[in-house]
C-alpha cells in the first residue's frame, strides 16, 4: 500500500495567531481511512502508554516499516474502540493537530492549514479562540519540538549517506515506496524502535526505569555517536 499525501493538498494560509477553534465531538469519523505516521518519539509515548516495548509496539501495532499506524481491515484505526480513542493521553500528534495540519520551510518559516475535513463530521468549527490557543490545549510543544530534533537528525543522517555514495539522492523515492510495502510489523531501520537501539548498544533496561525524556535522549546521543563514528 503506498501512502497518499494528504498535506501536499492544503492551503497553508494560517499562522499561530490566525482565528481559529475547532470542538471535537467524538462523533470518531475523523479516526478512520487514514495513514497515521508515527516518530520515534511517539511510538515511544504509544509504547509505554500499552506498557510493552517499542519493539512489540511496532510488531503488533504498525505497518511501512514501523512508520505508520496499522489499520484495522474496515479501515478504522487500530485504536479505535467503541468509547473512542484507546490511547488518547499519548496519540499521536497528527492526531492531536488535526483538524490541522502545519508546514514549516527549511528556513524555519511555519504556517498552518485547515485538513479536508469528514463530509459528516460532527466537529464544529470557528473563530473562538487562535491556532496557538488550539496548539495549548493540544499539549503539542514537545511534539513539535521533539520532531524537530530528529527532523535534522534525519537530515544529517540522509547527507552523511549521500557524500559516501552520491547515487544515493537517486534511490530514495525507491527506497520510500520499498519501506512502504514491507509486511505489517516489520521494521524498515533501528532508527524508529528505541528499544532494540539500547539492547543493540549492549544495554539493558527495564520498562519504566527512565523517563520519556531520558529514553528519547540516550537514543539521539546513540544516534549521533553513531554519525560521528561514521565521519571519522
Ligand atoms: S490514535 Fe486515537 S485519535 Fe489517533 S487515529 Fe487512532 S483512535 Fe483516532
Redesign the pocket.
Known amino acids: 500500500m503506498a501512502y497518499g499525501d494528504l498535506v501536499s493538498r492544503v492551503d497553508f494560509d494560517m499562522n499561530r495567531d490566525s482565528p481559529f477553534s475547532y470542538a471535537c465531538h467524538a462523533c470518531n469519523r475523523c479516526?478512520r481511512n487514514?495513514a497515521?505516521r508515527v516518530n520515534p518519539y511517539e511510538i515511544l509515548r504509544l509504547a509505554r502508554y500499552l506498557g510493552i516495548t517499542t519493539t512489540q509496539f511496532i510488531e503488533n501495532h504498525t505497518e511501512a516499516g514501523g512508520t505508520v499506524?496499522r489499520p484495522k481491515e474496515n479501515g478504522d484505526?487500530g485504536?479505535?474502540g467503541e468509547r473512542g480513542?484507546g490511547?488518547?493521553p499519548d496519540?499521536?500528534l497528527a492526531?492531536r493537530l488535526y483538524p490541522l495540519a502545519r508546514w514549516v520551510t527549511p528556513d524555519g518559516n511555519e504556517s498552518f492549514g485547515h485538513l479536508t475535513p469528514h463530509p459528516r463530521t460532527e466537529g464544529v468549527y470557528g473563530r473562538s479562540g487562535t491556532v496557538q490557543d488550539y496548539l495549548e490545549h493540544q499539549q503539542l510543544g514537545p511534539f513539535f519540538e521533539i520532531s524537530e530534533r530528529y527532523g535534522k537528525l534525519y537530515q544529517k543522517m540522509v547527507d552523511m549517506l549521500e557524500k559516501l555514495d552520491p547515487e544515493e539522492l537517486d534511490r530514495r523515492s525507491d527506497r520510500r515506496a520499498a519501506i512502504d510495502e514491507l509486511p505489517p510489523g516489520k521494521l524498515a531501520s533501528m532508527w524508529v524502535d528505541i528499544d532494540a537501539s539500547v539492547a543493540d548498544a549492549g544495554g539493558i533496561r527495564g520498562l519504566g526505569q527512565e523517563t520519556i525524556e531520558q529514553e528519547l535522549d540516550g537514543h539521539i546521543r546513540r544516534i549521533e555517536a553513531w554519525l560521528i563514528s561514521i565521519e571519522e
Request: with cysteine; proline share 8%; aromatic share 8%.
Open positions: 479516526c487514514k497515521i499506524l484505526c485504536f479505535l480513542c490511547v488518547h496519540r499521536p492526531c
